[in-house]
């Protein structure tokens, strides 16, 4: 796909001619190439374009045609390029992403072609003649074929897809908190931040505790010095002592796993990271269920 937009007295092209990753980068990155071509109407005098500048951003569209931002497209060298008339020129930027944010990209994909769209503006003058610097804005979409992106870039990018857990949208905000927390956990999982992962699971828990005792979810036991407390009372959650016991027993261990004290000098790993996350989500997703269902 392309865009043709009206500058000074010119027409300027601009078209999608590539996609690909950057080899020697250690985090994903993926550069785009356009072809910018220059024409004038018919009549006009031949003259070359200063092209100052080149600015886009990516967006991202799913199956309902709604656009999500990508990021910001960085150019591969800052110049000024001159564009003769009939002449072509190659603008290359690049997008350094985490691995959150090419799951996030996977999601909005599907199992499709990668549908893109680009917004843009370029700045450019009649070349030496600066009293003539005009900007123009841009937009046009182009995709990237599953085949390619999915067989070549994903690959090229280190990237593997894991099917990962999640809590499902619910019909109001009151548990949007706990979602936050540990979709942050997973972002944070993503990017090998292993001791955060941890911090945002007992957040998550910890809030989780708060919700339950507010609905009602709450008994009254004697610790071992028989000074009295309230903790959430998950036989009544799950209508079930036997089930109640055993995930609160879970409940209480795990957040014993994820306090800031249990891992005092030691950096956390990522099996120590997979096991706080996965079982906290677990328990999330089930307990949320049985809060929306009381």
Known sequence: MSTTLGIIQSNVLITHRGTSVDPWSIVPKISFTFEVTHTIPPGVSAYSLAVHQIGMELWCRDERNVYFFVGRLFPVRDAIW????????????????????????????????????????????????????????????????????????LPELKYKDVALLEIPKLPDSEFQDIANYINAAWKQYSMGEYGNVLTECRKALETLT????????????????????????????????E??????????????????????????????????????????????????QS
């Not at 339950?212 to 000074?227: C, P, V």
Request: no cysteine.
């Open 210 to 241: 708060g919700k339950m005792k507010a609905k009602g979810f709450e008994k009254e036991i004697a610790d071992n010095e028989g000074k009295k407390k309230k903790i959430p009372d998950w036989d009544k959650l799950l209508g079930s002592s």
């Open 82 to 153: 001159p564009l003769p008339t009939g002449g072509t020129m190659s603008w290359m930027g690049y997008l350094v992403l985490d691995h959150y944010s090419l799951g996030q990209i996977e999601r909005i994909r599907g199992s499709k072609d990668l549908q893109l769209q680009v917004r843009g503006s370029i700045i450019a003058e009649i070349h030496q003649q600066p009293q003539t610097k005009t900007a123009a804005s841009f937009q046009f979409d182009f995709r990237v074929a599953k085949s390619d992106w999915v067989e070549n870039i």
């Open 243 to 292: 089930l109640g016991d055993i995930l609160g027993t879970v409940n209480q261990k795990v957040l014993g796993f994820v306090a800031p004290g249990a891992h005092a000098g030691k950096a956390i790993n990522k099996e120590e990271a997979d096991f706080a996350l996965m079982v906290t989500h677990s328990l999330l997703n089930m307990a949320i269920h049985k809060l929306i």
